[in-house]
């Protein structure tokens, strides 16, 4: 199964929808399968006080959302640019109208954010759309995630994929947690993904070996772009490496290796491997010794490991010294 690999950009683009195109140009040259972005309706989702996360002070939320926020029409607009292009248009709802606004849009499958997974309301409704849905779980526990898969299975999600997800900015390590994702896949029998924060692309490889659906990395022009995620994100040249190393890894799993099948490394065992050889002049009718046999390259007589077997027959013709030991040379 081909790992569905999402190009994170979020709210880099910084309100320009120039830079939103050029963002999805760049996830498509990078090979990615979905470009995702995020739909903030600040009246929906937020008090004008409430606080900014601790990775980013630059402005407060309300008034960074108002001044990067998409209308409707430039909304429509990029999905049927990301259509053009193609490649898949995605953008995480924060609120029940950012869903409402997303399914005028026409998006095909809904990206839950980790900050979403208590709000239930939220939830039935991104369930009641019918379209598969990609729960993240940085900050929740397991009870809270128990909660959110039912009231989503219950409310109509039959395509279902958990993200371990791990809100740290940027994650560790050892906080990266690709047991957690294992757990889920075993708990909730769906598909499992990993939302990616740390710097590297390791724990992304690490996830498509151990059997990762989906993959979901931030990425940013340049880590020198004004937000909350630059700095955070790999550039476009560690997303093309991401993608490449996903795929190779997919044609290592998909193509199983018989080691019994020897077909390929004939010439190989030819060149590398020994066999017995003759030391010595060897008469015909002699009673093969230690002191007549020795082990040299080439490959291409009798191995090495029937060296103990070949002691005390008898040669059935002479044989010149420095010669290869054959089957027929012996009885």
């Known amino acids: 199964m081909k790992t569905f690999i999402i190009a994170e950009f979020g709210m880099l683009h ?11 140009e760049t996830a498509k040259e990078c090979g990615a399968d979905a470009v ?16 900014m996360p601790p990775f980013f002070k630059g402005e407060p939320r309300w008034e960074y959302f108002k001044r990067t926020g998409f209308t409707l029409e430039q909304w429509d607009k990029l999905k049927k640019y990301c259509d053009e292009v193609g490649i898949e248009f995605m953008s995480s709802p924060f609120s029940v109208e950012a869903v409402e606004l997303l399914e005028k849009v026409g998006m095909k499958r809904y990206k839950i954010p980790s900050g979403e997974v208590t709000n239930l309301p939220f939830l039935e409704r991104a369930a009641k759309t019918g379209k598969p849905v ?9 009870q809270e995630l128990d909660e959110a898969v039912a009231t989503l299975r219950k409310a109509g999600t039959k395509d279902l994929t958990v993200f371990q997800c791990t809100s740290i900015y940027p994650t560790p390590s050892e906080k990266v947690g690709l047991n957690v994702m294992l757990d889920m896949k075993k708990r909730y029998e769906c598909h499992i993904g990993l939302s990616d924060q740390s710097l590297t692309n390791n724990a992304c490889l690490a996830a498509v070996t151990l059997g990762a659906n989906v993959i979901e990395k931030h990425i940013t022009l340049t880590k020198r772009c004004y937000g909350s995620d630059a700095k955070h994100s790999i550039e476009p040249e560690e997303f093309t490496e991401l993608v490449r190393g996903v795929r190779e890894i997919e044609k290592m799993l998909e193509n199983p290796v018989d080691k019994n ?12 491997e020994k066999s017995v050889v ?19 390259k080439p490959g291409s007589g009798i191995a090495p490991r029937r060296y103990k077997d070949l002691i005390g027959r008898k040669a ?3 044989i010149k010294a420095g010669q290869t030991l054959l089957d027929s040379d012996v009885q």
């Open 278 to 296: 003759t030391l010595v002049d060897v008469p015909a009718g002699a009673v093969l010794t230690d002191k007549m046999l020795g082990i040299r």
């Open 14 to 24: 910084d309100g320009s929808f120039g830079n939103a195109c050029k963002m999805v």
């Open 134 to 142: 990609l729960l993240s779980s940085g900050m929740s526990s397991w």
């Open 36 to 51: 995702k972005f995020q739909t903030h309706i600040p009246e929906a989702e937020t008090l004008p006080n409430a606080p």
């Open 316 to 318: 059935k013709r002479e």
């Open 261 to 272: 099948d020897l077909s390929a490394f004939l010439e190989m065992k030819r060149v590398f």
